[in-house]
């Protein structure tokens, strides 16, 4: 059976565009299938900010992929692109986020479903409310939209 899972997808390096591109291609190969994906937003850097703008994207996806499993094709697609480990925040070809993994609430050292910072991300949230405005935060119980409001004060950006 197939689970509704959703991705932020972010670029700050080269053809930031492209790589975006890229990575939802590769989705497809690793037994994750693209259904909706988002329009692309240029948004300032978070957390270290001395660094090039970012293009963000979200995606709905289906796979039948365990959370981990879906964790582990994620990081494979990054290492393919070119990623490199480095410092949290710093610059990066690709970053690929399990957002939501269905209604799941998992919380390990290595996995934290939904993504434990989305509702303080307007540039996760940007997105992602176009693809599924009225997806519910199964911790927060409120929807992406009533999320991206608290956030941006009702204004998008």
Request: glycine residues 6%; hydrophobic residues 40%; contains cysteine.
């Amino acid at each position: 059976m197939n689970t509704i899972v959703y991705i932020g997808i972010g670029s700050n390096m080269g053809d930031r565009q492209a790589n975006c591109e890229n990575s939802i291609g590769r989705l497809k190969d690793k037994g994750i299938f693209a259904k909706k994906v988002s329009s692309m937003h240029e948004t300032k850097p978070w957390g270290v900010e001395n660094q090039a703008d970012f293009i963000n994207m979200a995606a709905e996806a289906e796979t039948s992929l365990s959370p981990a499993e879906l964790l582990k094709a994620l990081k494979e697609i990054e290492k393919e692109m070119g990623r490199q480990e480095t410092i949290i925040w710093e610059p990066r070809i690709i970053d690929l986020d399990i957002l939501f993994y269905d209604d799941a609430v998992i919380d390990t050292e290595y996995l934290h479903i939904p993504h434990q910072l989305l509702h303080k991300r307007d540039f996760v949230l940007m997105p992602l409310s176009e693809i599924a405005p009225d997806k519910m935060h199964p911790v927060l119980k409120k929807t992406v939209r009533q999320l991206k409001e608290e956030l941006t004060g009702g204004n998008s950006v």
